[in-house]
């Protein structure tokens, strides 16, 4: 990917953003979804990435399932006229169970709001994206044609161009920064949520930031497990301690238990966002190896949210992109350095891990990266 294909892609991206003529924050959540399932899936042998409409629906349903509850009083409205079909829809099945895990887990009602959300994706958004006032802009994907009647919104399929699989990978921060903004713009600009945003305050926080809420559950599975030391310098933890993403929240907004370690507040306020070196890598590789399955089993009991072979391929492109812009890694303590190439043998050692986590991260074995 040269320099002249990555400026023309992001500002084809930009022109999405700015003149794409849509009512609903839909394509925000659409263009966010492309950008993850880049990362959580990497390219095919030749460079793309075919896609499913259920697929989509499932990171669509991730994202607003936060979004579908009152800010202050009232759910905000995510189109300009009336709410957004696939909020009220998440707002309904909110109603009925306590958290999204539970939902997935119905086999009655999570097929509902499936089926109806992946509807609304393969009518709308999925067609209107890269409309643009002058025409079509496809440089994303190609304009899907028209659904068969026999064939269910959610098995119809797009495929990501080759550059684009690998612009998203590359520029995926980037990309989410742009995309969170002009979500929040959109949202502040509907009349209709004047009233309940007032001054906005965290508005960010609130749509997109992480479920400060449920952290103290995965604290709870981790003490159980690990003991209460800290993940990082071993000193005891007391108290409920700090959990840490250790893939930090900044690079990939996900909460996912394997991703979690249990740290003193002294760790955890010097790691910030800064990945940690290979040598704490190496220790939660190690954790996720032997104790990976043990984590699984408890996370789905407490009905907390995990996938061990996404949560993998999600390190491994963080690692990479890393290692590409010479970025430092935090030692611990005040000390920093830059990622030095050791990552890569460490998640070379597929040992103990479910299949999902044996395919090598972007398509290729992990010590020849794209």
């Known amino acids: 990917m040269d320099a002249d294909y990555r400026i023309r892609f992001l500002r084809q991206l930009q022109r999405l953003l700015d003149e794409g003529d849509f009512t609903a924050t839909y394509k925000f959540a659409l263009l966010r979804a492309l950008a993850d399932l880049a990362v959580d899936l990497g390219p095919d042998r030749a460079g793309g990435l075919t896609l499913s409409v259920g ?39 909110r109603g009925q169970v306590a958290t999204l895990e539970e939902l997935r887990g119905d086999a009655r009602r999570w097929p509902v709001l499936y089926r109806k959300v992946a509807a609304n994706i393969e009518l709308y958004p999925l067609r209107r994206l890269q ?7 496809d440089f994303l994907y190609p304009q899907p044609e028209a659904r068969p009647r026999h064939v269910r919104p959610a098995d119809v ?21 742009m995309v969170e903004m002009a979500w929040i713009r959109q949202i502040s600009s509907i009349r209709a949520n004047a009233a309940q945003l007032g001054a906005t305050g965290d508005l960010g926080g609130f749509l997109f930031g992480s479920n400060r809420a449920a952290l103290g559950d995965f604290a709870a599975v981790l003490r159980d497990l690990s003991g209460p030391r800290c993940f990082y310098c ?3 933890v007391r108290g409920e301690g700090h959990v840490d993403h250790f893939i930090p929240w900044s690079r990939y907004p ?11 507040a002294g760790c955890n306020g010097s790691k910030r966002d800064y990945l940690a070196g290979t040598a704490f890598l190496g220790q939660w590789w190690s954790r996720n190896q032997e104790l ?16 061990i072979g996404r949560t993998i391929r999600i390190a491994a492109w963080a690692y990479q992109q890393a290692e590409l812009a010479g970025a430092s890694v935090w ?5 920093f350095a830059p990622l030095d190439a050791g990552w890569r043998a460490i998640m070379n050692n597929r040992k103990g891990f479910p299949r999902a986590a044996d395919d090598p ?10």
């Open 234 to 236: 071993e000193s005891l």
């Open 331 to 335: 030692l611990g303590g005040p000390r």
């Open 157 to 177: 399929t797009i495929h990501l161009r080759a550059g684009v699989v690998e612009a998203l990978r590359e520029f995926h921060p980037f990309i989410l920064s």
């Open 292 to 307: 990976g399955a043990s984590l699984s089993s408890e996370l789905a009991r407490r009905r907390l949210p995990h996938d």
């Open 131 to 137: 409309k643009l006032p002058d025409g079509v802009v």
């Open 55 to 93: 697929q989509l629906a499932e990171k669509f349903i991730e994202y607003y399932w936060r979004q579908a509850r009152p800010y202050r009083d009232e759910v905000l409205r995510q189109n300009t006229d009336g709410q957004a079909a696939v909020v009220s829809a998440i707002v309904e099945a």
């Open 361 to 370: 991260p972007g398509g290729e074995p992990p010590q020849d990266p794209a």
């Open 254 to 264: 996900a909460d996912l238990g394997h991703n979690f370690v249990l740290t003193c």
